[in-house]
């Protein structure tokens, strides 16, 4: 897992690293705090699942749990209406700061009229910390499960 205070952190990312992180539909990224702000705001206003990754370029961890993440997304998508978005530390180091993100991957679950219920540090060891913390949420707001 990455801590945030690595010494070299790049200002700018091509296209292709970018498209390497939200290639999958079933995991849209968020640009900026604006979009973060309004995302979060819609979750708690409409009553939707919302799971937030925060991830680095640079960060190991964050290319290892990428597939595992984006695998738990495709399933989840499919049997529940859980949404899945990932937000880039790069580009959104104040944020980061202001949520008080200290490493990374991190995640958020915001559980509808809840607001954000939960938030962890999540590497691709742990990826199933990520599915039974999110069945919680999916159980308790009586959507479906992945078995039913």
């Given at each position: 897992?990455?801590?945030?205070?690595?010494?070299?952190?790049p200002?700018?990312?091509?296209?292709?690293?970018?498209?390497?992180?939200?290639?999958?539909?079933?995991v849209?990224?968020?640009?900026?705090?604006?979009?973060?702000?309004?995302?979060?705001?819609?979750?708690?206003?409409?009553?939707?699942?919302?799971?937030?990754?925060?991830?680095?370029?640079?960060?190991?961890?964050?290319?290892?749990?990428?597939?595992?993440?984006?695998?738990?997304?495709?399933?989840?998508?499919?049997?529940?209406?859980?949404?899945?978005?990932?937000?880039?530390f790069?580009?959104?180091?104040?944020?980061?700061?202001?949520?008080?993100?200290?490493?990374?991957?991190?995640?958020?679950?915001?559980?509808?009229?809840?607001?954000?219920?939960?938030?962890?540090?999540?590497?691709?060891?742990?990826?199933?910390?990520?599915?039974?913390?999110l069945?919680?949420?999916?159980?308790?707001?009586?959507h479906?499960?992945?078995?039913?």
């Open positions: 897992m990455a801590v945030l205070d690595a010494p070299w952190v200002t700018a990312l091509s296209a292709s690293t970018v498209a390497s992180f939200s290639s999958n539909d079933a849209r990224l968020v640009e900026d705090e604006a979009e973060y702000d309004a995302l979060v705001a819609a979750a708690i206003e409409e009553d939707r699942l919302v799971v937030i990754k925060f991830f680095a370029s640079w960060c190991r961890a964050c290319k290892a749990m990428a597939p595992k993440y984006k695998k738990v997304a495709q399933v989840r998508s499919k049997n529940s209406t859980a949404e899945f978005y990932e937000i880039m790069d580009n959104n180091k104040a944020l980061c700061k202001k949520l008080r993100i200290k490493v990374l991957p991190y995640i958020q679950i915001v559980a509808g009229g809840e607001g954000i219920v939960d938030s962890f540090t999540c590497g691709p060891s742990k990826i199933a910390l990520l599915s039974e913390r069945e919680k949420y999916i159980q308790s707001e009586g479906p499960t992945e078995s039913e």
